[in-house]
């Protein structure tokens, strides 16, 4: 037996991968305990966004939970087409490169978020009119005929 066959003989394994001989029990502790810390992080918005859009939002209980549904499934469905494009995109520029054009790109809309009252004015969107869209389009596209705003456009 060659001594090449022999060293591919001792090598772990952990589920059908090939482990390094310098990793240790502690990385892989540190990468289970990051990803369910991530976890939890992840699933506060979760927690949080119904009461932000009946509470801050003014949105009507009665649509609260549809609407709410609706944008979680939407997070879902984006995070699912995104995760294979944005791993192929870290292989070939880089995770450090991509991590800091990610947190540049989330200032940015963080910034717009927080100037979003004047950016409307500034369109002359009426206000309140996110808010009722809402309302009247979650799962009924009949109620987009009750929108004000719609009937100069759609009569």
Do not use: W
């Not at 004047?118 to 929108?147: E, M, T």
Request: hydrophobic share 55%.
């Amino acid at each position: 037996m060659s001594a090449q066959a022999e060293a591919k003989k001792n090598v772990k394994k952990f589920a059908g991968i090939e482990i390094p001989p310098d990793l240790t029990k502690g990385n892989f502790f540190f990468l289970y305990f990051n990803t369910l810390v991530m976890g939890m992080i992840m699933a506060v918005p979760a927690i949080i966004q119904p009461a932000f859009l009946t509470d801050i939002i003014k949105i009507d209980q009665a649509f609260a939970g549809s609407i709410n549904g609706l944008l979680q499934n939407m997070s879902q469905i984006a995070t699912l087409l995104f995760v294979a494009a944005i791993g192929v995109l870290s292989d070939k520029v880089g995770r450090k490169i991509l991590a800091f054009a990610g947190f540049i790109v989330t200032a940015v809309f963080f910034y717009l978020m927080s100037q979003s009252n004047g950016i409307a004015a500034g369109l002359n969107i009426p206000a309140g009119l996110p808010r009722r869209f809402a309302q009247y389009s979650v799962f009924s596209p009949a109620g987009l005929r009750n929108l004000t705003i719609f009937h100069r456009v759609c009569s």
